[in-house]
């Protein structure tokens, strides 16, 4: 298959993409459980990564639920199971060393595969552009009415289209997946907020605090989000982080009446 190259007007598309990506409400949830398991694996993820150049190590967790459901017992490549080589696109890999294999030589095995190591941009474009490369130019080059499932699938970005078999095209088949930039982008969301206010931050009416003011103004760059950044961490501040992480602060009385 032709490769697409990276150029300064698909970087722009990446980053806009990326900035007005918005999770669908249907699918808030489930795209939350694959975020927070993903950062609670983060050391095994960044195990792998550090032996590939600089690669993030979240990168290696969004391929790892796409291709495998976060499931530690199988090829990074195409989610066969570690007790044989593969067997599904790319078939017999990793072609050294003996099965069963452990995860991380699976990984490590399929991100070189993949050209991973040799690549230095992890911009958020130059990332999306390794993800969608990772599953292949076909949505792009002969679907480009429909962005890659891979990357936007539960989110604004994607309704409908996916290929569902090898070369096999559907306009009506809808992906069951959460792509990789929208996990990403809820990594992105969620990461900084939980580890601030979860830290420093109590629901008040009236003390200040330059930690709120920080949260505030993260919020704001969130799509459909808006509070005044005043540094009172309010009923408006604390609804807007309940609804950017699906988690409360501390203090907050609808936390206590949650079922």
């Given amino acids: 298959m032709p490769k697409v190259q990276l150029t300064d007007a698909l970087r722009e598309e ?23 398991r993903i950062v609670a ?24 639920a796409l291709e495998s459901s976060l499931n530690f017992e199988k090829h990074l490549h195409n989610g066969d199971p570690l007790t ?28 070189v595969l993949r050209g991973v190591d040799g690549w230095n941009d992890w911009s958020t474009g130059g990332t999306l552009y390794k993800l969608e490369e990772y599953n292949g130019w076909g949505y792009r080059l002969y679907h480009p009415h429909v962005l890659s499932p891979y990357l936007w699938s539960f989110s604004n970005h994607y309704v409908s289209g996916k290929y569902v078999a090898d070369g ?24 900084p907020l939980v580890r601030v206010a979860t830290a420093r931050i109590r629901f008040t009416k009236k003390e200040k605090s330059d930690d ?43 936390a206590r009446g949650r079922k």
């Avoid at 993409?17 to 927070?36: I, Q, W, Y």
């Fill in 14 to 36: 990446y980053d806009q993409l990326f900035a007005s990506c918005e999770v669908l409400p249907e699918h808030m949830k489930e795209v939350d459980r694959l975020a927070d």
């Fill in 41 to 64: 694996e983060k050391a095994r993820y960044q195990s792998v990564a550090k032996k590939v150049g600089s690669v993030p190590w979240y990168f290696v967790g969004v391929i790892h």
């Fill in 84 to 111: 044989q080589r593969t067997v599904q696109v790319p078939a017999g890999r990793p072609t050294a060393g003996t099965p069963p294999f452990t995860w991380e030589e699976s990984a490590l095995d399929a991100l």
């Fill in 168 to 191: 096999t095209w559907s306009d009506t088949a809808v992906s069951k997946q959460a792509g990789c930039a929208v996990i990403m982008r809820r990594i992105a969301e969620v990461v």
């Fill in 212 to 254: 709120v003011e920080g949260l505030q103004r993260f919020l704001n760059t969130l799509p459909g989000v808006f509070v005044r950044v005043d540094g009172i961490a309010g009923r408006r501040t604390a609804d807007a982080f309940s609804r950017a992480t699906g988690r409360y602060l501390k203090g907050d009385p609808k």
